[in-house]
């Protein structure tokens, strides 16, 4: 069994990897980690945010506040505010009309955040997760991680590739 230890000084949030037997495809991701000091707290919304708008561009032309506020559950008001923030980061664009836009720097955030859910949703759902929940979980701790945590995660994921056969059944190598 395969375990790692991540620290908030080395790598940006607290939590562990456990990896399951060589036969088995399953694992165990524990997050821990709220301070609001850390990364995390400090970036999560905005990325929820990024890629909120992102999403909703993805399947209507158009993306207003009001469009927002719905799709994440909250407020207009909490909504505008934050959209303000971000307008200020340089990561967010509004037109005259309230359709609202990423600048190229909010789509890179975006799409990287995009990258980082794909992989957990794949890597949850391949441990045995339900779909739905392994979509749910897998956004809900993507924006809460460092760059420096993910690429660890990433590049301990590929290290443990198992071997496949052409018919995709799992073989010693």
Known sequence: MTKRIFTAEQDGFVGAYYGGPATSRKAVILMLGDSSTDR???CGAA????YAVQILKDRYLCVRSVD???YLGITKASVSAFIRQMREQGLIETEPDGNLLLTDAGQQRAKLLGVRIEFFRRLLTDAGVQPELALRDAVSFSWKMSEASFDAFRAMKAEQQPCRNHAGD???C
Request: no cysteine; charged share 25%.
């Open 47 to 50: 990325d929820r945010y990024l």
């Open 40 to 42: 995390m707290a400090r």
């Open 170 to 172: 799992i073989s010693s």
């Open 68 to 70: 927002l506020a719905h």
